[in-house]
């Protein structure tokens, strides 16, 4: 397989950044907090502010956008969020290089963790964040849109 490339996004990006959103959403609705309906509103500037407020990966393979990570500051931590590789790259390292980006960029910060959210039963995305060193927090939450489903908390220790 070809290298993805993998750079942090600015407001340049936002029809990259939005394509890829919006096919994260329709891919995987119950994986993120946001909605489809939501974010297809969003106009040209809601998209290009996005990465001025975090840190947001995107990977690219032949010059297309395949993957996607965000790291918000939360206190001394950084949250990861939209954690999305598109279907027919899951299990090949698209996912796993955008999500050392932000671990990266949370190190640079001097975070002193980074943490994610994955929907209990979710086994595949709790394996993903175990094998990258993520331990559960024990935190646990309803999912914003459907209390039936829980949200598990994972993190990794970077201090």
Known sequence: ??????????ADDWTDLRAIRVAALADSPSAFGATLERELAYDEE???SWPESCGVFLGRLDGEPVAIAGGT???DD????SVWARPNLRGTGAGEVVV???I????????????????EGNDRALR???RL?????GRDDAHPHDPALRELEVALPLA
């Open 1 to 10: 397989m070809r290298e993805i490339e993998v750079r942090q996004a600015t």
């Open 46 to 48: 809601r998209w290009r």
């Open 73 to 75: 500051p939360d206190s």
């Open 78 to 81: 950084v949250e990861l969020i």
């Open 100 to 102: 050392r980006a932000v």
């Open 104 to 119: 990266d960029w949370a190190r640079g910060r001097r975070a002193g963790r980074v943490t994610a959210w994955a929907v």
């Open 128 to 130: 993903f964040y175990r």
């Open 133 to 137: 060193g993520f331990v559960p927090t």
